[in-house]
């Protein structure tokens, strides 16, 4: 196989410039193929980030009404119970799942105030000890939320930095007094994300899907909740699942459990926001472009395919004495034979590693000239110098054929 | 015996016609023999040749080579017989033009199996016994073209081959490079190799040990047609 390898590299080195152009079809094919190939996986790849966030994998799972979140201003559903403590111990034993937090939450709430200052349109969620590590929140001023604070309900509040900024505009909230609906509430703390994380917005299209204006956050014990809003509230569920796959298997694993609280409804289910599902569709809408590219650029790797055929079948004839005078000396039909298919192999592999290098410089300039994130995929590397070798065998096959067929005698006979 | 035709015959068909090449060809070699087959062009020696040669089967009678019937062999037997007991000289050398002179001479031992290194050394060694030691990493281009047939014949002869068929071997060199290559044979017979070469040209004929004559399909031990032979070239004397 060496000696092969040795005869196809030194045939290929003597005619360069004809190898070269025989390379070529199978040097575009391939590059066209990679540059495609990356945009899509960059483009996914910023999909999956901008709607997951990084390395976050958090699922939410909540009442719903239709398609809709469920307006719990209207008041506790009809036969929806509260999450039981046991069906949260088996959320949290979900194999999958790493963490599990459960929660109340209003938005739009109008009436959390600080002297003159108020937080208009806020959000406030009454959470377990479980939320800030579930969901990527620290504490970065102040201490999160204690046992105690839980146990004797001690009207405790964490801000997030938006909330902090419009309640105390002077930027000195820690062990200051806010009012929730009228009630006083020390804040303990000031919180915010673990990874600073913003989705990066190409186009209009990707601002509608991915911006979402921050009102700002206050946080409170969920053992608070009863004071300014009823007992038994039904909870929402956010789920840390083990990896960004499992994310899926996580929501319908916890709307399952959690479906069991809900009787003789028809209206109202739980539901989880699947990102995954939502990241999905939006590739898959990428991808069905992109995979008609590379169908044309794969007609490109064909036509590389029949000018590596048509160059053998020169090369055949070219070489009919040299082949005559093989066999004379003792080759075997299945030596030539090898020998010329690891010849086209070797030429067409040549050609593909060749278009990888090419793709991604391609993929990297399409990237800095409109914008389109590029990424690099090692399978689609792998697998396009395999296929650009496996064209080469294909192709390679009628004149390696045909070469070792030759009656030495004729071939000798030719000079 | 290294070699018995026992009845072999030769035909092609031409269109509809069957064209008879060779007729009843009877002939035996010794071991160590050198024999030169004349005949004028057309009278059907490099069939012959290539029947002898394992290149072609006869289309009937038995060819013994070294003791074993080789006339219904089938084709990778065919390669392997060639392989290992005969070696060839062409009048065109038929080198690799991209591969040096030691390239080329080992390249029988690729199909031997011989590994790289031990191939190279051995075709050294075969080329400082033609002469050539001073010429090993030239390209055949490089080379005069007596020098081109010293390396055909030490590619010939790597693989230590039961018997040397030659074709024409100076039928494309000068007279003085001529002389060379016919001094090589000499040696290689003195050696004890077995030579069957073919030739029209008298003057090299009369180098070998025995003459045999070849006209129209018929090989005999004397010739019929000997004025017509004696319009071919001069010999070569010595060098």
Redesign the interface.
């Known amino acids: 196989m060496t000696e092969n390898l040795r005869i196809a590299f030194a045939g290929i080195w003597s005619h360069k410039l004809r190898s070269f152009l025989t390379m070529l079809g199978v040097i575009i094919g391939i590059a066209s193929i990679i540059a495609i190939v990356s945009t899509i996986k960059g483009t996914n790849e910023q999909i999956m980030k901008n709607l997951i966030g990084a390395g976050n994998n958090n699922v939410t799972v909540r009442l719903k009404q239709g398609s809709d979140d469920y307006w719990m201003d209207q008041g506790i559903p009809q036969g929806v119970m509260p999450v039981s403590q046991e069906m949260k111990e088996q959320i949290r034993d979900l194999d999958d799942v790493k963490e599990a937090s459960f929660y109340m939450e209003r938005s739009y709430v109008d009436d959390i105030r600080c002297g003159s200052q108020s937080l208009s349109q806020g959000r406030l969620a009454g959470v377990d000890m479980q939320y800030l590590s579930t969901c990527g929140y620290v504490v970065y001023k102040g201490r999160p939320f204690a046992e105690s604070d839980f146990k004797t309900f001690r009207k405790a509040a964490l801000l997030d930095e938006t909330a902090a900024r419009a309640l105390f505009p002077d930027g000195n909230a820690l062990g200051k007094i806010i009012e929730i609906k009228g009630e006083p509430f020390t804040v303990a703390g000031l919180y915010r994300r673990a990874e600073a994380f913003k989705p990066v917005i190409n186009n209009l299209q990707d601002y509608m899907t991915y911006y979402t204006q921050d009102y700002g956050t206050v946080l409170i014990p969920d053992a608070d909740w009863p004071i300014l809003y009823g007992f038994d509230e039904p909870q929402i569920c956010a789920a840390r699942a083990v990896s960004t796959d499992a994310m899926s298997d996580v929501g319908r694993q916890v709307e399952e459990i959690m479906s069991s609280c809900v009787y003789n409804n028809e209206e109202i289910s739980y539901k989880a926001d699947d990102l995954v599902e939502k990241a999905k569709n939006r590739q898959d809408l990428s991808s069905s472009t992109n995979s008609m590219l590379i169908w044309i650029a794969s007609i490109a790797l064909l036509v590389g395919g029949i000018g590596v055929m048509n160059i053998m079948l020169v090369s055949v004839t070219e070489r009919t004495s040299e082949i005559g005078l093989k066999k004379a000396l003792g080759a075997r039909r299945k030596t030539i034979l090898i020998q010329f298919l690891t010849e086209s192999a070797v030429l067409t592999s040549i050609g593909g590693v060749i278009g990888v290098a090419a793709g991604i410089a391609l993929a990297m300039v399409i990237s800095r000239l409109t914008g389109a994130p590029a990424a690099v995929s090692v399978p689609a590397i792998i697998l396009s110098v395999a296929f650009s070798m496996v064209i080469g065998i294909v192709f390679g096959l009628l004149p390696s054929v045909k070469a070792a067929n030759l009656s030495p005698i004729d071939a000798l006979r030719r000079e | 015996m290294i070699l018995e035709c026992k009845d072999i015959c030769k035909s092609y068909m031409q269109g509809k016609m069957e064209l008879p090449v060779l007729k009843n060809i009877c002939f035996q070699m010794e071991e160590g023999e050198y024999t030169a087959v004349m005949g004028p062009s057309g009278s059907g020696k490099s069939t012959l040749m ?1 029947i002898i ?1 394992c ?2 089967l006869p289309t009937s009678g038995t060819l013994l080579l070294d003791g074993e019937d080789v006339s219904r062999c089938r ?2 037997q065919l ?2 017989l ?3 007991k005969i070696g ?1 000289i ?1 009048q ?1 050398f ?1 080198l ?1 033009p ?2 040096s002179a030691r390239e080329n001479v080992a ?2 031992l ?3 199996g011989v590994p ?1 290194r031990e191939r190279l050394q051995r075709a050294g060694q075969v080329l400082e016994s033609v002469g050539l030691g001073d010429r090993m990493d030239f390209l055949p281009g490089q080379l005069s073209g007596g020098q081109k047939q010293r390396v055909a014949i030490a ?1 010939a002869m790597i ?1 230590h081959p039961r018997i040397l068929l030659a074709d024409e071997p100076t039928g494309a060199l000068d007279s003085r490079s001529g002389a060379q290559v016919m001094d090589l044979f000499d040696q290689l017979s003195r050696q004890g190799v077995s030579i069957l070469m073919i030739t029209h040209d008298p003057g090299v004929a009369a180098r070998a040990g025995r003459i045999v004559y070849i006209r129209d399909g018929i090989l005999s031990d004397n010739d019929e047609g000997e004025e017509a032979e004696a319009e071919g070239g001069g010999g070569y004397e010595e060098a």
């Open positions: 290539n040669g290149l072609d084709d990778d390669a392997d060639r392989l290992k060839f062409f065109s038929q690799l991209y591969q390249l029988p690729v199909y031997a790289r590619r693989n």
